[in-house]
Structures are given as C-alpha cells and as structure tokens.
C-alpha cells in the first residue's frame, strides 16, 4: 500500500520542469509586495480520489497536506526583451507529504524550491497583455529573465525557455481565461488577520482523443495579501476513454482537490537556494 501511494503521488506532482511551457501563471501571482522581502506562506491540503469502478474495495482516497512560500527577495535589473528592465527575484518553495510531529514529512521529489527573476511589469493582476494597437493578447504563463530550480536532493539547475509553470509543480490553479467575479467583497478569516477578498470563479478544459481535463478554482483575491491571493480552492476532475470511442465515453478517471489559505507573513525573507555556481540557462 505504501508503494502503491508514492507512486501515486509521483504520477500527479512528480514530473520535471524543464523547457518552455505554456502554462497558468497568473492564477497564483497577481501582485508584488511592496517590501522587497516580503513572504507569505500559504497551508492547505491536497487530496487525490482515484475511480476504481471495478475494485471491491471502492475508490482510493489519498490525503496530503501542502505548503507553498512566496518571497520577494530583492530587485534586479535585467535584460528582457532587448531592453533592461527592472526585475524582481521571486523564491518560491513547495512542501508535499504527511504531518510528523508538526512538520510536513515530503517525499523525494515533492520538496521543490524555485526561484525566479521575474520582470516587475509582467506581474500585472490581469491574464491579457495589451499590445500596441489597443488590443489585448491572452498570456498563459510568466516571462522570467532567468530562473533556478531544485527538486528534493537533485542538484539545483537553470530552467530554460525564458517562462515558467506554475502548474502543476506549485498549485493546481490554471491561468483562467474567463473568471467570473463578485461583486462586493468578503472576510477571509486567516491566522494572519480577517482579508477582505473578492472571490473569482473559472473553469477551464482540455481534451485529447483519449483523456478530458476539466478544472474549476474558485480564488480568493486581496489587496492586502503580499501577492494577491488570500484562499483558493481548484478541483481537477480527469476522465478517459479509448482513442476509437465516442467522447461520450468518457468516464471519470481520477479527481485532484488542492485547498489552501494564507497562513503568515513576515518582513525577513531570506533565499534557501543557492545558485552561485548554477549557470544560467541560455
């Protein structure tokens, strides 16, 4: 059972970033604090239920608790896009397991540290970027300058292709093309203080002729919170069928729920990733 359990987990959050990836950044990252070492931290839990029609002993239900840390860890001028802009590092740090005499016990793979050089005006609370004739291009990820990853015991190494995936590898949000907003504010009561947030719902699907992804978040945005978000809640339900079968056949597969709130923050933000002797990607 043991086994059948880390490989599980391994499937879902154990694959390696690396490359370029159109992702879903902004679901996580709407702002920058103020303070240049600004954290936050938030705490939730991360469920997996996979379907198993066929099996006596009903669905496997797995339960995980999760914390994900933001800092801002300085600024940095930087080349980006043929220009020299100001930047600003962003640590971000993912912890995954069991709770063992109050600590969160991650297995290999799911302690994973990032750390991002990020273009200040990327990080703009919006999912368009507007271009020179007034329109607006839907963006799916985040443009970084350059950028460091280290994933458990391995080596820490450059992440190439000048953007980065906040899914799945640090939360389950996808970069919601369509949100639909409230429209008056609510208390999100935090260990940290009672944040008045406007809450966000979006959906968002894909589909191959063998496997349909849906996921629906429900976020929670502050002005008060360090990086925007106060609470979140994303549900990833994925269903399969047979390449030759109708769509109609699909079935559900398995269902990912991440829940998570913000729990604290502070002013003395320090980086747990050295990258001295990392070069940068190209």
């Excluded at 902004?26 to 705490?43: F, M």
């Excluded at 839907?138 to 950028?147: E, L, Q, T, V």
């Excluded at 406007?198 to 429900?218: A, I």
Aim: with cysteine; aromatic share 6%; charged share 25%.
């Amino acid at each position: 059972m043991r086994r059948l359990m880390i490989l599980v987990l391994a499937t879902v959050v154990g694959t390696t970033l690396c490359g370029a990836s159109v992702t879903q950044a902004q679901g996580l990252l709407w702002q920058l604090p103020a303070g240049e070492k600004t954290w936050c931290r938030y705490e939730g839990t991360y469920q997996q239920v996979i379907r198993r029609p066929e099996s006596t002993e009903g669905d496997l239900t797995l339960d995980w608790t999760r914390h994900v840390t933001l800092k801002s860890l300085g600024k940095e001028d930087a080349e980006y896009k043929g220009q020299t802009v100001p930047c600003r590092w962003i640590e971000i740090k993912v912890i995954t397991g069991k709770v063992k005499e109050g600590l969160v016990d991650a297995g290999p793979g799911n302690n994973r540290i990032y750390k991002l050089l990020v273009p200040e005006s990327e990080i703009r609370g919006t999912v368009t970027e507007p271009l020179s004739d007034s329109r607006e291009m839907y963006i799916s990820y985040i443009p970084i300058a350059k950028g460091y990853r280290k994933i458990g015991d391995e080596p820490t190494a450059a992440i190439e292709g000048g953007v980065f995936d906040l899914y799945p590898m640090v939360s389950f949000l996808r970069h919601y093309r369509t949100l639909e907003v409230a429209a008056q504010d609510e208390i999100i009561a935090s260990p940290v203080k009672e944040l008045p947030s406007r809450l966000s719902k979006g959906t968002q699907q894909s589909e191959t002729p063998t496997l349909r992804t849906t996921s629906t978040g429900e976020l929670y945005r502050s002005a008060e919170a360090p990086f925007g978000m106060s609470k979140w809640t994303v549900k990833v339900v994925t269903e399969r069928k047979q390449s030759t079968s109708p769509r109609t056949e699909f079935a559900p597969a398995e269902e990912v729920t991440e829940t998570m709130l913000l729990n604290a923050i502070g002013e003395d933000a320090e980086s747990e990733l050295v990258i001295d002797d990392v070069p940068a990607a190209m």
